[in-house]
């Protein structure tokens, strides 16, 4: 068990509705970041956050938006839905990068298995 | 942004057999990260290796990170081995985290 923990664990929709993505990353981690894994584009970097503010931003799509809130838990946002939109989804937390450091080691939830009909 | 090449893309082993995982990166990094995802999609945390060698168990990672390369050692492998090993790396100033696509590690008994 990593410490991540993501909700809901599937979730099925229609096409063209809006869904929501919750994470909550290790006790003490103030970075959060989401991934989309898909079949014909593997893993992907979509957006990072840290302390709430965000940090990086990958390959996401102006339909998917993200926020982290004063708790630290982190939601992502995913609007009229498509198709290809069905993915398993990851949260990732790390800690902050202290004495030196350029990065931390990130830990990853189980995933949010998102169809889209 | 970065490219992550790993190889060889699918394998299959013996149980019992040795393996060499290869994960090539195209700029300086300041993260390399080794996983396992299992069936049930779980990424499993094997490795955090921006350089050097460490171990864990059968396993074992090194990384150098002058030539932009990592190796994955997988020893008496067993059939819980199988899945998919993924390298991943964040390009030094970019806080950007890229995966590789991944070597497919199938184990038969």
């Known amino acids: 068990d990593s410490g991540v923990t993501q909700t809901p664990k599937h979730l099925i929709t229609a096409t063209g509705q809006r869904v929501t993505l919750r994470c909550s990353p290790r006790?003490?981690?103030?970075?959060v970041y989401w991934y989309q894994q898909s079949l014909d584009q593997g893993l992907q970097f979509l957006i990072q956050?840290?302390?709430?503010?965000?940090?990086a931003k990958g390959n996401i799509l102006e339909r998917f938006s993200a926020q982290q809130f004063p708790d630290l838990h982190s939601e992502l946002n995913l609007s009229s839905l498509e198709l290809g939109d069905s993915a398993l989804y990851f949260c990732?937390?790390?800690?902050?990068?202290?004495?030196?450091?350029?990065?931390?080691?990130?830990?990853f939830g189980p995933g949010t298995r998102l169809t889209v009909t | 942004g970065i490219q992550v090449e790993q190889s060889p893309p699918d394998l299959i082993l013996q149980e019992g057999a040795n393996s060499t995982l290869r994960c090539n990166f195209s700029?300086?990094?300041?993260?390399l990260q080794w996983f396992h995802q299992n069936p049930w999609g779980q990424l499993i945390n094997l490795f955090y290796?921006?350089?050097g060698t460490k171990q864990n168990g059968r396993l074992s990672a090194t990384t150098v990170a002058t030539e932009r390369y990592s190796l994955l050692y997988i020893s008496s492998s067993q059939t819980t081995d199988s899945g998919v090993y993924f390298c991943?790396?964040?390009?030094?100033?970019?806080?950007?985290?890229?995966f590789g696509s991944g070597t497919k590690l199938n184990v038969k008994p």
């Open positions: 006790s003490g981690d103030l970075s």
């Open positions: 290796i921006p350089s």
């Open positions: 991943a790396v964040e390009q030094s100033n970019f806080n950007k985290f890229y």
């Open positions: 990732a937390s790390s800690a902050l990068p202290v004495g030196g450091e350029a990065s931390y080691e990130q830990y």
């Open positions: 956050y840290y302390n709430g503010e965000e940090r």
């Open positions: 700029d300086s990094v300041n993260n």
